[in-house]
Nanobody, 124 residues
Framework: QVQLVGSGGGLVQAGGSLRVSCAAS????????MGWFRQAPGKEREIVAS????????YYKDSVKGRFTISRDNAKNTVFLQMNTLKPEDTATYYC?????????????????WGQGTQVNVSS
């Protein structure tokens, strides 16, 4: 497994930007696809974005396409989620996750390691 520590959440006004980061240790980081999920109160956890092992392929939930960018730095064992033009409906706890696979995935069951979550609040 991979140990994941997320950081960078906070409070921002609608239209603003935040970047959340996730530092990994343990299993070789570059052998794992990575994902960002989010969970709002009373809602199920949902995929936000996923990136494959070398960063060449990405997946985004439709509602964040064009606003969010997932990236990774394998030399620093870190994955990032840059969030621009934030909306109140983006308010949630954001979780990074490491996959058992090299390739992107939308499915939580493909991820075997999870960060502790970082809170993002977007005010209207």
């Amino acid at each position: 497994q991979v140990q994941l520590v997320g950081s960078g959440g906070g409070l921002v006004q609608a239209g603003g930007s935040l970047r959340v980061s996730c530092a990994a240790s343990g299993r070789t980081f570059s052998s794992s696809a990575m994902g960002w999920f989010r969970q709002a109160p009373g809602k199920e956890r949902e995929i936000v974005a996923s990136i494959n092992w070398n960063g060449e392929n990405t997946y985004y939930k439709d509602s964040v396409k064009g606003r969010f960018t997932i990236s990774r730095d394998n030399a620093k064992n870190t994955v990032f989620l840059q969030m621009n033009t934030l909306k109140p409906e983006d308010t949630a706890t954001y979780y990074c996750a490491a996959s058992k696979r090299l390739w992107i995935s939308r499915f939580p069951n493909d991820y075997d390691s999870w960060g502790q979550g970082t809170q993002v609040n977007v005010s209207s």
